[in-house]
C-alpha cells in the first residue's frame, strides 16, 4: 500500500538552529500538508500546499516557517532560528482530492526536540 | 478556539463489547469528517469518512453516525478487539478549505 515517508524521525538541536524535515508524499497524490502534534495536545494544521503554492496556513505558520517541493518527489518543511516550544512531532500528509472525498494519508511523523 | 471537541479523553472497554466514541464541532460549514486512529510513535491512520450528506457510514466493524442538527459524530466499533487501543481522533472540513481541524483525541482501551 502507498505510504507517505518521513526523514529524520527524531531530530534534536539546538535553540536558534535552523532545522529542515522531509516528507516523501504519495506519488499521484496533489496536495501535501504539514501538520504537528505537542506531547499531550491536539494534532494542529500547520500548512496546506498545491501546485507549488501555499494554499493555506494557519497562524503558527509564521515567518519562522517555509515549505518547498524542490523536486518531483519531495515536499519540505523548514524551520528557522527554533524555538524551545517548537519540539512537537511533525506529520506530513498528502490527499488526492481537495475537497469532498479528501482523505488525508500521514506519514509516521518526525519528532522534532529543541534543546 | 475549540471548533471540534472530544469530550472524553479516554475510554475502557471490555472485547468483545461495543466502543463509541463522541465528537462535537461548532461549526456549521463542516461538511466532511474522518475519523482517524493513532498508535504511539506513528501516524494517524485513516479509519472511516462520512459527508454532510448522511447520516451513517459503515466499513466493516467501524460505523459512523452523523448528526447535523445536534452538531455531533460518533463513532462506534462492533466488537472491540485489544488491538483497537489506541487514540482516536475526529477530524472536520468545510468547503472552501484545505485543511482538517481534529479534536483532542480519545484514548480507547480495550480489555481482554
Known amino acids: 500500500e502507498p505510504e507517505v515517508t518521513q526523514t529524520p524521525s527524531h531530530q534534536v538541536t539546538q535553540m536558534g538552529q535552523e532545522v529542515i524535515l522531509r516528507c516523501v508524499p504519495i506519488?499521484?497524490?496533489?496536495?501535501f500538508y504539514w501538520y504537528r502534534q505537542i506531547l499531550g495536545q491536539k494534532v494542529e494544521f500547520l500548512v496546506s500546499?498545491?501546485?507549488?503554492?501555499?494554499?493555506?496556513k494557519s497562524e503558527i505558520f509564521d515567518d519562522q516557517f517555509s515549505v518547498e517541493r524542490p523536486d518531483g518527489s519531495n515536499f519540505t518543511l523548514k524551520i528557522r532560528s527554533t524555538k524551545l516550544e517548537d519540539s512537537a512531532m511533525y506529520f506530513c500528509?498528502?490527499?488526492?482530492?481537495?475537497?469532498?472525498?479528501?482523505?488525508?494519508?500521514f506519514g509516521a511523523g518526525s519528532r522534532l526536540t529543541v534543546l | 478556539d475549540q471548533q471540534v471537541k472530544q469530550n472524553s479523553p479516554s475510554l475502557s472497554v471490555q472485547e468483545g463489547r461495543i466502543s463509541i466514541l463522541n465528537c462535537d464541532y461548532t461549526?456549521?460549514?463542516?461538511?466532511?469528517f474522518l475519523w482517524y486512529k493513532k498508535y504511539p510513535a506513528e501516524g494517524p491512520t485513516f479509519l472511516i469518512s462520512i459527508s454532510s450528506i448522511k447520516d451513517k457510514n459503515e466499513d466493516g466493524r467501524f460505523t459512523v453516525f452523523l448528526n447535523k442538527s445536534a452538531k455531533h459524530l460518533s463513532l462506534h466499533i462492533v466488537p472491540s478487539q485489544p488491538g483497537d487501543s489506541a487514540v482516536y481522533f475526529c477530524?472536520?472540513?468545510?468547503?472552501?478549505?484545505?485543511?482538517?481541524?481534529f479534536g483532542t483525541g480519545t484514548r480507547l482501551k480495550v480489555l481482554a
Open positions: 500528509a498528502s490527499s488526492e482530492n481537495r475537497m469532498g472525498a479528501n482523505v488525508l494519508t
Open positions: 461549526n456549521s460549514m463542516f461538511d466532511y
Open positions: 500546499f498545491y501546485n507549488n503554492e501555499i494554499s493555506e
Open positions: 477530524a472536520a472540513s468545510g468547503s472552501g478549505t484545505y485543511k482538517y481541524i
Open positions: 506519488s499521484n497524490h496533489l496536495y
